[in-house]
């Protein structure tokens, strides 16, 4: 069984910077690309960022490129997302989960195991 804690979450104001935290536990974390989502009250889950297994290759939702950056740490079975230049419209609940693979994919139906999520608010 896999189980993601994210923390890290909290009230900001506009410009300021979070960093969000991912701890796995259960099953090899090092052999999965891990991702980030977020969701809005009344919107649908939306893709964020991804990291491949080695932490090689990223990719990143055009609408946080150049402000968050993921990163992981394996001998710390963690992933990370540096978030800078907050914005009101990246309020939301960002959840951590794992890919069913090593490499990135975007879409949410390719992640099989999910964090409960922790809340990021922007104030304006």
């Known amino acids: 069984q896999v189980q993601l804690v994210e923390s890290g979450g909290g009230l900001v104001q506009t410009g300021g910077s979070l960093r969000l935290s991912c701890e796995a536990s259960g099953r090899i974390f090092s052999r999965y690309a891990m991702g980030w989502f977020r969701q809005a009250p009344g919107k649908e889950r939306e893709f964020v960022a991804a990291?491949?297994?080695?932490?090689?290759?990223?990719d990143y939702a055009d609408s946080v490129k150049g402000r968050f950056t993921i990163s992981r740490d394996n001998a710390k079975n963690t992933v990370y997302l540096q978030m800078n230049s907050l914005k009101p419209e990246d309020t939301a609940v960002y959840f951590c989960?794992?890919?069913?693979?090593?490499?990135?994919?975007?879409?949410?139906?390719?992640?099989?195991?999910w964090g409960q999520g922790t809340q990021v608010t922007v104030s304006s």
């Open positions: 989960a794992r890919s069913s693979g090593p490499t990135i994919v975007t879409h949410y139906g390719y992640y099989d195991y």
């Open positions: 990291i491949s297994w080695r932490g090689g290759s990223t």
